[in-house]
């Protein structure tokens, strides 16, 4: 099967988003093939964060369609969405800090799971939550610290934390918001390790202003600029495209 058969996931046509007069998503267009890895970037304030809140279902869209699988899911909870296999992190931390890694990881797998009732009638229902919080654990390189409280974690580890709180459910789509930032040059190098991996097999969506980081880790980069996104394409096109270099890379010291 070619990348063009590949299932659309996720499909934004003419997203709209203002908050009383001030138009914050302006026509935002984008596709996102089954299995890709997709980063969003743009200014400061160019609406990346708002686009996540409108396809996790945060916020409802002025206009346009959000489609999931081929289901418009504009107006849906983020509970809904979730239960539909879509999961996000936050820019801002997601995580309990008087609880464990573990538990923290535990608590994720079993609100992933809390919609079906006759699943607690089953003892072999807690051995599976014990087996995918094990899983998790290793998946995102917690092991050795899984009786750490999450507020006495290094901000590294507790962003790691937040990937695997992400991951728990076993989401189809990942949204990750700004999964890096804070992070020296050998953090940010091992969060995109620790991304790449998780998300082998999936779809992801992330907001990422580091470049080395993005370059090495998507497939597509897609630019957002007040609202609209100006290009969508491979990161090595993104690189050499004036308009975005004007628009963006041209400025990406004055980016945070
Ligand atoms: P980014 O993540 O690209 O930095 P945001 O999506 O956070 O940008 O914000 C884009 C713009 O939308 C900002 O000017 C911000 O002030 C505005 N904005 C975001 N959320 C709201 C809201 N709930 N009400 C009013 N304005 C908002
Ligand atoms: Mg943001």
Redesign the pocket.
């Known amino acids: 099967m070619s990348a063009n058969d590949l299932p659309v996931v996720l499909e934004l046509r003419n997203l709209r988003k203002h908050?009383?007069n001030?138009q914050?998503i302006r026509g935002a267009d984008l596709q996102l093939k089954q299995g890709e890895r997709l980063a969003l970037i743009?200014?400061?304030?160019?609406?990346?964060?708002?686009?996540?809140?409108l396809v996790s279902g945060r916020?409802a869209a002025s206009s346009g369609e959000i489609l999931l699988r081929g289901r418009n899911i504009n107006g849906l909870s983020p509970f809904q969405v979730n239960r539909l296999g879509l999961a996000r992190s936050f820019?801002v931390s997601n995580i309990f800090p008087q609880l464990s890694v573990r538990e923290n990881l535990r608590a994720a797998v079993l609100s992933s799971h809390g919609y079906r009732h006759v699943f607690w009638r089953r003892l072999s229902a807690l051995r599976a939550v014990s087996q995918r919080t094990e899983e998790v654990l290793r998946q995102c390189g917690l092991q050795a610290e899984c009786d750490t409280l999450g507020g006495d974690l290094s901000y590294a580890a507790q962003r790691a934390l937040e990937i695997g709180i992400t991951i728990a459910g076993d989401a189809g789509l990942i949204l990750l918001?700004e999964p890096t930032a804070g992070m020296s040059r050998d953090e940010s190098a091992a969060a995109a390790e620790l991304i790449r991996s998780v998300s082998a097999g999936k779809t992801l969506l992330m907001?990422e202003h580091d470049m080395d980081v993005v370059f090495g880790l998507v497939d597509r980069i897609a630019v957002?600029v007040d609202?609209r996104i100006i290009a969508c394409d491979t990161p090595a096109a993104i690189r050499g495209n004036r308009a975005v270099q004007a628009a963006y890379l041209g400025n990406a010291e004055a980016a945070p």
């Open positions: 908050f009383g001030t914050i743009g200014p400061n304030g160019a609406g990346k964060s708002t686009l996540f809140n916020t820019q918001d907001i957002l609202g």
